[in-house]
């Protein structure tokens, strides 16, 4: 029997009925939390002194494509449309599975580093059997606690989700892993036809899986109602972004127990919007969290988290400012709620929540260590505020079901400089082809980026198919 026992450190539980920082030890047993309390037995247990450090729960990275880590920065310029256009209606077609594998490998590990513990990784570049296997052989290499939401790029509006693929994933690679749960990455009403989402909603509800879908840069179409005529909107559905969705629709789907994602950096930054997150709040509500694409922003889910509450405080001041010409007097969104987006939600939105999301006896073990000490975030007098404001260099120690992937500041069984060698000749290859000049390749981007933006400006008009 493992036994540790952290002690010392003020600890952020964000569950429920618990103070929101307690300077309480932690005792961990065959990677679930034991117990917790003041001056617990140390008996047989590795005791741990976390003086001046904080810990939290595991942070949840809701959505994000690993897979596309070796294409890390090449988009940080881009629009929606040249994003779709590059990566995927070029580069993404002709990845191998090496490709799949060192760049899950990669990101699965920055997420880690970052002090990420659960990812919903939305690979939706699975050519073939075998790339699915490469990301699920790099997620399970990295020692991350995934749910691996198989996708397929490509196929039209009339094609649903290939089941064969699931069942088979679902019965092979992933049936044996204490980490890694199957879900479906799926085109969603607004991508497919209404017969073939149907069946993919159903076909997830059989099985016991969490469907997650897009939904952006237009209104609901009918393929919406369709869904809701057959009762299949429920906890097993997840929409990221959400942008177009009314306010009625929004009350709709979160009476019907959905959960959304909301990717704000990248959503700003691309033209996405943020407005689900407002309109979560409003009815009382709340989103998780994802970083989305490292072609154009980094990983880290507390910088998603910091960057939502900022953005929703400065609409509450501006409204106020326009009523009464000051600012609003008080702070209605706090540093502990935004924490709970890239926790406690997360875990909610990839249907794990009864696993992870916050810390408490007989919850899996997944916890991260914040160094207190390093002078950005000393004196730490709100240990929830200096939580949400940490950056990569205070995430101390990372833990996944009880095993140490992260201590003193340094990832643990890792080659590091194989994996950047690795990545970096994936990348280059890429990159290469993206920032090719001659007459082919420019003819190819003219051809792919006029087939995207009629594809974007179809589901702006429609509301999809």
Known sequence: MTRVLLSGAQVVSLAPNRPDTECTDVLIENGRIAAMGGHLDPTGAEVIDLTDRIVIPGLVNAHLHTWQTALRFAGADWSLLEYLAHTHGHVA????????????????LNQINCGTTTVGDWCHNCLTPGHADAAIDALTTAGIRAVFLHGAGHGGPAKPHDLREIDRLYDGPIANSALLTLGMAIKGPQLSAPDAVIADLRAAIERGLVASMHQSAGPPGPGWNDVSAA???GPHANIVHGTGLTDEWVKRLTDAGVSFTSTPENELGQGHCTAITQQLLRLGAAPSLGTDTETAVS??????????LARHRGLAHEQELHRTGLGAPTIALTSKQALSWATVHGARALGLADRVGHLAPGMQADLVVIDGRALNLWPAHDPIGAALQASIANIEAVMIAGHWRKRHHTLVDTDIDEVKDRLQQSGEQFA????????VARTRRRVVRMVV??????????GGT
């Open 432 to 439: 290469h082809k993206i920032r090719a000049t001659g007459p």
């Open 299 to 308: 990983g880290e889910v507390l910088t998603a988290a910091r960057i939502t």
């Open 93 to 108: 077609r002709i990845y191998s599975q090496g490709d799949m594998h060192i760049g899950t490998l990669a990101g699965a």
């Open 453 to 462: 933006r009629r594809h974007l400006s179809r589901q702006a008009r429609s």
């Open 231 to 233: 009762g299949l909107w």
